[in-house]
């Protein structure tokens, strides 16, 4: 009997312990799991290569964005299939805030374009904000007689399939925009695709090609070299770096604005709280004068607003590119 005693002791005493160690842990567990966030480096996918637009706003704003939350915001950049494999690797990330997404026009885009996606860009992504706006510009060929947009669609009416408009490919964005003025204005313009919008300006600067709508930043040193004759921005505000543009719309094409813009998205599901902390400190990023300074000088915009702002943004554009794109019966370049 006092064996069996010792014995009941004993596993009582290693019952307790182990209580005792469970419930250490859980507390350790509990404590990890309620770590602040951020509490570890964050990760910020750009689908584009290195030393793009993308890339460009993406690395001002981790830089800026990583002082403020006190850990290292890397860019990942993850170029390919037209800007979808960068989405499809972050809408299958882990939607606890350490990893973020770069969206731009292109995703919008590609959701009209293609027929199947593994992702969804509204469905699968929780919109953070919208980063910065950036400028589209309708440049002509000196030798073409216009000065205004007025005077190019006199011609180009005057001239049916007899204009041609140069793109950075089928289903960029540079040749949807041409298409919508197209659409909105009943005139007959054919369309010139190019493999990247280096060679489809330089094509327009030699004059194989009439027309673009072409990138601010990459048309304005052409424009200032006489090289190019710009007739209007394509968005719905003038351009700070070229004020004395007017606007389409201004110029007579009423409800036309087309617009390059960037934002930040989180994988769906993504807390609310670190949605909103995120939200505020990208308002923060984009006020401070020294991101603003680098912005401007590649023609691009602060333009903060709220999740639900850019959650709108990207359904419409969604809803107006597929309209454009079936309409004109545009196809992925295979």
Known sequence: MPDQCARDRRSHSIIVVAMVLLVSLSGISATAHAQPWPSRPVRLIAASSPGSGVDLVARVLAQKLAEQLGQQVVVDNRAGAGGNLGAEIAARAPADGYTLFMGTPAHAINAALFRKLSYDIVRDFAPVSLATTGHYVLVVNPSVPARSVKEFLALARARPGKLNYASAGAGNATHLAGELLR?????DIVHVPYKGSGPALSDVIAGHVDLMVANLTAAMPH???????????????????????????????????????????????????????????LAKVLRHPEVRAR?????????????????????AEVAVWTKVIKQAGITPEP
Do not use: C, H
């Open 183 to 187: 659409s909105m204005t009943g005139i």
């Open 223 to 281: 424009m200032k070299s006489g090289k190019l004759r710009a007739l209007a921005v394509m968005g719905s505000a003038r351009a700070s770096s070229a004020p004395e543009l007017p606007t389409i719309a201004e110029a007579g094409v009423a409800g036309y604005s087309v617009s390059a813009w960037y934002g930040v998205l989180a994988p769906a599901g993504t807390p609310l709280e670190i949605i909103s902390r995120l939200n505020g400190e």
């Open 295 to 315: 912005l401007a000088a590649d023609g691009a915009d602060p333009a903060p607003g709220t999740a639900a702002e850019f959650g709108r943004l990207i359904q």
